[in-house]
């Protein structure tokens, strides 16, 4: 019996002092410490990548390196239970798809009256009779209710435009205009023409006329 558990053990011993079979377990013992910190890194990597606090993807790395060459793979196990389910960069394209939702959504007009989908160019609309828009009495274009102006042709709505009046070069008129539309003075006493009452039949004046002389 002993001789036989000597021929085994001399068998075994002689297969691992063979070099290539050491070599082989060098080979392979190398390759396990190899994944064990490709695992850390991998796992430092994946944490930058889920969360913006920058002591994680240390703690990340550290707990793979402590579970040793042997059972680093548990530490994986365990890394992937824990770790933040969304990266970074999901969580953003996740809330712009919902801001973009948003803002279409908000693109929609609504009545403010009845609540009812309008378009933007109506000026009532046509279930309540609500006032959207008004139009712009110098260009013709839409405006809404609360512009203070025009944004196409700057007319102020809050302040009513006064005409200009330029006064007239008449040599002969009786009268001048101002910058205001209804006032008017009399000319010069220098430009008034003479008055003269009509002669009788005669050729004498009637004794109740008056005539201004210059």
């Known amino acids: 019996m002993d001789e036989i558990l000597n021929t085994i053990g001399d068998t075994i011993g002689g297969f691992f002092s063979n070099p290539i079979v050491e070599f082989a377990l060098q080979s392979i013992a190398v390759y396990i410490c190899i994944l064990w910190l490709a695992a850390a890194y991998w796992a430092f990597r994946d944490m930058q990548l889920r969360s ?3 002591v994680l993807p240390y703690l990340a790395a550290a707990l793979i390196v402590l579970f040793t060459p042997v059972l680093f793979i548990f530490g994986v196990i365990v890394y992937r239970i824990v770790r933040p389910q969304e990266k970074i960069a999901e969580v953003y394209e996740r809330n712009l ?4 939702l948003l803002a279409e959504v908000e693109a929609i007009k609504s009545c403010p009256g009845c609540h009812r989908r309008i378009n933007e160019e109506w000026i009532i609309c046509p279930s309540c009779r609500t006032r ?3 139009v712009c009495a110098n260009c013709g274009r839409l405006v809404g209710l609360d512009w203070s102006l025009c944004a196409w042709c700057g007319k102020d709505f ?6 200009a009046y330029q006064p007239l070069a008449t040599g002969s008129g009786d ?3 101002l910058d205001t539309p209804t006032a ?3 000319a ?3 430009s008034r023409s003479s008055l003269r009452e009509p002669r009788s039949a005669s050729g004498g004046r009637s004794s109740s006329e008056t005539v201004a002389e210059p």
């Not at 798809?97 to 973009?100: I, K």
């Not at 809050?158 to 005409?163: L, N, S, W």
Request: charged letters at 35%; a negative charge.
């Open 188 to 190: 010069p006493r220098s």
């Open 97 to 100: 798809a919902e801001e973009a």
């Open 184 to 186: 008017r003075v009399p």
């Open 175 to 177: 009268y001048q205009q």
């Open 158 to 163: 809050e302040r009513t435009d006064i005409a």
């Open 52 to 54: 913006e606090n920058p």
């Open 132 to 134: 959207l828009n008004r």
